[in-house]
């Protein structure tokens, strides 16, 4: 599922395009991935408003209209954005959900085989409810250990504490992941137990690993695509997640995949990030 940073690829790829344009002919293909909104009046709203800006708030896109109401898209599992200039190709829209026509003549759509992803219409007063419900963004240049600290409490495992969006946004799976080998810490620890040693190589680890991932437009597993269709490259770079039974590059101990901390599936080296309190 796209985090963070594939989401944000998405929208910076998407922005220079779709910012300033009017909408022309908004067609929502697929009904079923709105929400809270009826394809009528989806239409409606959208049809020739101008798109104001396009930004990422924890893994959704959200286009600002000039109508102050936001379109609200969740890309999930196989969800793509894409601007193309022209038509659309048959494979282009064989899976489009929406699609809306642009000022200059190209073509935004959102495409999902699976449809997992979700549209929604929020209106300003629907958006800062939303909103406010969202932890803070970890990229954000104010976004100090000491609004971390919100992540470290209650006795969930610390891992599924940093993809709780409510403490913190745009953290999934595999950012998790990674961040808890880099700070050598253990996915299935009690996030109160994390110790301010910890708590700092762990809010150190998660801001690295959200820029670099960035750096390299995000990671591919299956079917993740940029703002441009193309691949991200961070799954080259990563350390444990996809990396069962492959040597530790810190220790060359073989990782271990588990989906016993919460269901989702968790690959760590049970020697690097073991419990045992490290010699100060
Ligand atoms: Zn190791």
Same mark, same amino acid.
């Not at 395009?17 to 697929?30: A, D, E, F, K, M």
């Not at 997992?116 to 209106?123: A, F, K, R, V, W």
């Given at each position: 599922m796209p985090e963070l940073p594939e989401v944000e690829t998405i929208v910076r790829?998407?922005?220079p395009? !779709?910012?300033?344009? #009017?909408?022309?002919?908004?067609? +929502?293909? #697929?009904?079923d991935v709105l929400r809270g909104v009826s394809k009528r009046r989806f239409e409606r709203t959208l049809s020739r408003a101008v798109v104001e800006s396009v930004y990422r708030r924890a893994k959704h896109a959200v286009f600002l209209l000039n109508s102050q109401d936001r379109v609200v898209i969740q890309p999930r599992m196989t969800g793509m954005l894409l601007v193309r200039p022209g038509r659309l190709s048959k494979a282009e829209l064989k899976y489009a959900v929406f699609t809306t026509g642009l000022g200059n003549g190209s073509k935004l759509v959102f495409r999902d085989v699976r449809r997992?992803?979700? +549209?929604?219409?929020?209106?300003p007063r629907q958006w800062s409810e939303y909103d406010s419900k969202i932890g803070p963004e970890p990229l954000d240049p104010q976004f100090g250990e000491e609004a971390f600290a919100r992540v470290l409490t209650g006795r969930a495992? +610390?891992?599924?504490?940093?993809?709780?969006?409510?403490?913190?946004?745009? !953290?999934g799976n595999i950012y998790a992941n990674e961040a808890l080998f880099r700070a050598q810490i253990d996915p299935s620890r009690p996030a109160n137990s994390i110790d301010s040693r910890e708590a700092g190589a762990l809010y150190r680890a998660v801001r690295a690993v959200l820029f670099e991932a960035l750096e390299y437009r995000g990671t591919t597993f299956r079917d993740y695509r940029t703002g441009t269709g193309d691949k991200g490259n961070f799954q080259y770079h990563l350390d444990v997640y996809g990396r069962g039974g492959e040597p530790c590059r810190r220790c060359g101990s073989i990782l271990v995949t588990t989906h016993e901390i919460d269901g989702r599936s968790t690959t760590f080296c049970w020697r690097?990030?073991?419990r045992r309190p490290k010699p100060a």
């Open positions: 790829d998407l922005e395009l !779709v910012r300033g344009h #009017r909408l022309y002919n908004p067609t +929502i293909h #697929r009904p997992l992803g979700t +549209i929604s219409l929020l209106s495992a +610390i891992k599924k504490a940093l993809m709780d969006q409510r403490k913190m946004a745009g !953290v690097c990030q073991s």
